[in-house]
């Protein structure tokens, strides 16, 4: 169906959607999983093995630790990630992603090779 006949006019010229969405789409909900700020390097950065916080912080550059610890947390929840405790005085954590993380992995290459691309 094409967007011309996904919309129909009454007799009032008043427009309505035929069938419109009421959830989100698929690209929607992969968008709101990997999309938010800093997710994206987060993971490229966890590709080639398990990352200690700090070291995953100062890869990060523009982010303040806050930040990389909020993102690591919503990951975390979200199944893109786990997170080892490696020492408890003084606190060492170290992430890693998870078979569910990697599985976005294609996906970051093509939107990076993308972007170069197009030099954006």
């Known amino acids: ?51 200690r916080f700090n070291d995953l912080a100062r890869m990060l550059g523009g982010a303040s630790k806050k930040m990389v610890n909020q993102r690591l947390k919503e990951m975390e929840e979200q199944g893109l990630l786990t997170r080892t405790v490696i020492n408890d005085r003084p606190i060492a954590v170290c992430y890693e992603i998870t078979e569910f993380g990697c599985s976005s ?15 954006i």
């Open 1 to 51: 169906m094409t967007p011309s006949e996904r919309i129909q006019q009454n007799a009032q010229g008043q427009k309505s959607v035929i069938a419109p969405c009421l959830e989100p789409c698929p690209i929607e909900r992969g968008m709101r999983i990997i999309g938010g700020k800093w997710k994206g390097s987060i993971l490229w950065h966890l590709k080639d093995g398990p990352v």
């Open 105 to 119: 992995l294609s996906i970051l290459e093509q939107l990076k090779d993308w972007a170069e691309l197009h030099e």
